[in-house]
T-cell receptor
Framework: DAGVTQSPTHLIKTRGQHVTLRCSPISGHKSVSWYQQVLGQGPQFIFQYYEKEERGRGNFPDRFSARQFPNYSSELNVNALLLGDSALYLC????????????FGSGTQLSVL | DAKTTQPPSMDCAEGRAANLPCNHSTISGNEYVYWYRQIHSQGPQYIIHGLKNNETNEMASLIITEDRKSSTLILPHATLRDTAVYYCIVRAHNAGNMLTFGGGTRLMVKP
């Protein structure tokens, strides 16, 4: 079975632009979470979606948004990019929201110039 | 979620046991201890979790002290492929999928 897949793997944008990152969860998993990992730090929680509804949000500005589709895949959108948005963006899937283990993808490396 | 404290780095000889400590002195009664690791250029990988009893699976063993204020992850026979950053996380079972990662321990397994 395929694991969590993320696209693209690498992306270069300039300040002020918009970016969309995509994630496909493991088959059968209904929950998708997004994390941001700045170089040298642990991942930081951004959003969780379950059954197409937002179930949790971390301490990120409104420039960050996400959605989940009927097939449980998800998109993370970031508007008005700042240099500080440069990071590895990780997607994780799980069967539900009750403390199950998370399965992470390999991430999208975003560089903002 | 309770805060965790881990040493920033550790070395281990290949084939020997790696013992990674974690302090979580403010852990609540309903919080579990989870361990994930992150190998370079990959996403974090689940290793093991427990509440108060010691746990073992095919990857590792988790030893939790009786007062639950600290725990140790044990990799019984470390290999070079175990070189990674290991994260100890405490999390309530009803906390959804929000994991609070700290700085972790960078484990270097040496030949």
């Amino acid at each position: 079975d395929a694991g969590v897949t993320q696209s693209p793997t690498h992306l270069i944008k300039t300040r002020g632009q918009h970016v969309t990152l995509r994630c496909s969860p493991i088959s059968g998993h209904k929950s998708v979470s997004w994390y941001q990992q700045v170089l040298g730090q642990g991942p930081q929680f951004i959003f969780q979606y379950y059954e197409k509804e937002e179930r949790g949000r971390g301490n990120f500005p409104d420039r960050f948004s996400a959605r989940q589709f009927p097939n449980y895949s998800s998109e993370l959108n970031v508007n008005a990019l700042l240099l500080g948005d440069s990071a590895l963006y990780l997607c994780a899937s799980s069967t539900g929201t009750g403390g199950e283990k998370l399965f992470f993808g390999s991430g999208t490396q975003l560089s903002v110039l | 979620d309770a805060k965790t404290t881990q040493p920033p780095s550790m070395d281990c000889a290949e084939g020997r046991a790696a013992n990674l400590p974690c302090n979580h002195s403010t852990i609540s009664g309903n919080e579990y201890v989870y361990w994930y690791r992150q190998i370079h250029s990959q996403g974090p990988q689940y290793i093991i979790h427990g509440l108060k009893n010691n746990e073992t699976n095919e990857m590792a063993s988790l030893i939790i002290t009786e007062d639950r204020k600290s725990s140790t992850l044990i990799l019984p026979h470390a290999t070079l492929r175990d070189t990674a950053v290991y994260y100890c996380i405490v999390r309530a079972h009803n906390a959804g999928n929000m994991l609070t990662f700290g700085g972790g321990t960078r484990l270097m397994v040496k030949p």
